[in-house]
């Protein structure tokens, strides 16, 4: 039998919010992802991508706390099996020292121990880059993993009040993705950032974020792109990220992003959840909050097989509260995608 290797991927856990309504939401889906059938500890690693924190201002110590209490609760998973990039809620304000509390106690590449808990030492994977962007290798996969840049004020950062949601990544970022994709035609490349792009999935076109009821409308914080990777080196709606991919069709294997919370029916913008674009299949594998922006929260998230020697990979969507279906996995969003390459295991 072919060997399989199992990748979660979750986000927007928002625990701030979450426990005030008596949920531990990180824990929570991880004691249902140990529990998946199929593999004797549910899955190999997670992405966790973003938005950690549930304030509306810039997170502080205790919430990181209680960020790190959560992931100790894995059975079978240590602090290190769990791969990180920021969301636009975890974003320090505009004059702290510049996103502070997620390279304190999220941490991706193991710089504050005491705080996060992650020794580096220990990741199954081993990471090579910063916290801003960095990436790690599974076999034949490549990850490359990207932070959402909105700290440091208006129109671009968060300002004064508020996750300002139009995602961001810096020069440094789009020029070092780029190169790293151009490096690694041969593999099967897998990128990861808190927003999708536009126009790829469900509500990622220009206001459908913010008209649509999804997030807030922040006039100076470039509400249009509320949904998707709207600055780009400090360029709003400038087509690169877009363009690159176009240009260099098939560039990617695989998007993988979130930020917007919804149902899993849900095709506003007529987008699913599971798309094709460029060459490339994008997914917004969605929220795990059930009460921050609760008109649209239904708690999911998706776990890819992956079969060594085909390139076809089983996403499945699952629900982890019984608001919309039954608790379990949602057949109805079930999908098979093609990468360029045959996996290979490492």
């Known amino acids: 039998m072919a060997r399989e290797f199992r990748l979660w991927a979750l986000s927007d856990t928002h625990v701030g919010t979450e426990i005030k309504f008596g949920r531990r939401s990180l824990e929570e889906v991880i004691q249902h992802a140990e529990a998946w059938e199929g593999h004797p500890k549910g899955f190999d690693i997670a992405v966790n991508l973003g938005d950690f924190s549930g304030s ?9 706390e ?20 920021i969301g636009n809620h975890d974003a320090s304000g505009v004059d702290e020292p510049t996103q502070w509390w997620f390279k304190k ?5 193991g710089e504050s121990t005491e705080f996060s808990g992650i020794d580096n030492s220990k990741r199954p994977y081993p990471t090579t880059g910063t916290w801003e962007n960095y990436s790690f290798e599974v076999g034949n996969v490549v990850f490359l993993m990207m932070a959402d840049r909105n700290d440091g004020g208006a129109p671009i950062g968060r300002g004064e009040f508020g996750g300002y949601p139009a995602g961001a990544i810096s020069e440094e970022t789009f020029l070092w993705w780029t190169k790293k994709v151009a490096e690694n035609k041969d593999k099967i490349v897998i990128s990861a950032h808190h927003h999708m792009i536009k126009e790829t999935t469900v509500a990622s076109g220009l206001n459908e974020g913010c ?26 709606d400038s087509g690169r990220i877009e363009n690159f991919l176009e240009d260099n069709n098939p560039a990617i294997d695989l998007w993988l992003g979130a930020h917007t919370h919804t149902h899993p029916d849900d095709t506003t913008g007529g987008r699913s959840h599971v798309e094709q674009k460029w060459g490339a299949n994008f997914v917004n594998v969605s929220a795990v909050t059930r009460y921050h922006g609760k008109r649209n929260s239904i708690p999911m998230s998706r776990l890819f097989t992956f079969t060594e020697g085909s390139n076809e990979v089983r996403v499945q969507c699952y629900l982890h509260t019984d608001q919309y279906d039954d608790q379990g996995w949602y057949a109805p969003s079930e999908r098979t995608i093609k990468l360029r390459h045959n996996f290979e295991m490492p």
């Open 56 to 64: 509306q201002l810039p997170p502080d110590d205790e919430e990181g």
């Open 66 to 85: 209680l960020v790190v209490s959560q992931y100790a609760s894995a059975k079978h998973h240590g602090r290190e099996h769990f791969y990180d990039v």
């Open 105 to 109: 106690w999220i941490d991706p590449t």
């Open 211 to 236: 008209d649509d009821g999804y997030h807030g409308r922040m006039p100076d914080g470039g509400a249009p792109g509320s949904s998707f990777i709207y600055w780009v080196g400090g360029q709003k």
